[in-house]
């Protein structure tokens, strides 16, 4: 299967909305996000601002998953990253890591750094980022709950000089 990771369209909003609100997924993702609200035009509106930068990941051409950039700030050259892997079919065999370095490698906004936050239960999140090149950097004790009150863990990657 070939691996292609390109910039999220206005045609993928209703998909990406999907995987945002599905049961599975929402308790994985901030607080901003967890209550399943997410709709096409909210999608669409995000894909226009300038202090994120969204991409869908596909195998094959077929969209499985999502990677953004959030909170992008050109001129120090960092921003935060989320993402979901929305495809059932595609989980469990290295998708998302693969995704990531892609993107990451390409660095398409010519960032210096990029981090990333996993609340503490999430193991395969944070597997898939170890596996992108990341490092675990610290926690936020408490600041995730979801089923209980749990440590938000920082990551990093540094991409440039």
């Given at each position: 299967?070939?691996?292609a990771v390109?910039?999220?369209?206005?045609?993928?909003?209703?998909?990406?909305?999907?995987?945002?609100?599905?049961?599975?997924?929402?308790?994985?993702?901030?607080?901003?996000?967890?209550?399943?609200?997410?709709?096409?035009?909210?999608?669409?509106?995000?894909?226009?601002?300038?202090d994120q930068?969204?991409?869908?990941?596909?195998?094959?051409?077929?969209?499985?998953?999502?990677?953004?950039?959030?909170?992008?700030?050109?001129?120090?050259?960092?921003?935060?990253?989320?993402?979901?892997?929305?495809?059932?079919?595609?989980?469990?065999?290295?998708?998302?890591?693969?995704?990531?370095?892609?993107?990451?490698?390409?660095?398409?906004?010519?960032?210096?750094?990029?981090?990333?936050?996993?609340?503490?239960?999430?193991?395969?999140?944070?597997?898939?980022?170890?596996?992108?090149?990341?490092?675990?950097?610290?926690?936020?004790?408490?600041?995730?709950?979801?089923?209980?009150?749990?440590?938000?863990?920082?990551?990093?990657?540094?991409?440039?000089?």
């Amino acid at each position: 299967m070939t691996l292609a990771v390109r910039a999220a369209e206005p045609a993928d909003a209703e998909r990406i909305a999907a995987w945002l609100n599905a049961d599975w997924a929402r308790g994985f993702l901030s607080s901003n996000l967890r209550a399943g609200l997410m709709t096409a035009p909210l999608i669409r509106a995000a894909l226009r601002r300038t202090d994120q930068s969204w991409h869908v990941a596909a195998l094959d051409e077929a969209p499985v998953g999502l990677i953004v950039f959030d909170s992008v700030d050109r001129e120090d050259g960092v921003a935060n990253l989320w993402y979901t892997l929305g495809e059932a079919a595609a989980r469990g065999h290295g998708t998302m890591p693969a995704a990531l370095d892609l993107l990451l490698g390409r660095n398409p906004l010519g960032l210096h750094v990029v981090t990333a936050w996993i609340g503490a239960p999430n193991r395969a999140s944070q597997r898939c980022l170890e596996k992108a090149g990341f490092r675990r950097i610290g926690a936020i004790s408490g600041a995730f709950v979801v089923a209980g009150r749990h440590d938000r863990i920082l990551f990093e990657r540094v991409l440039g000089p």
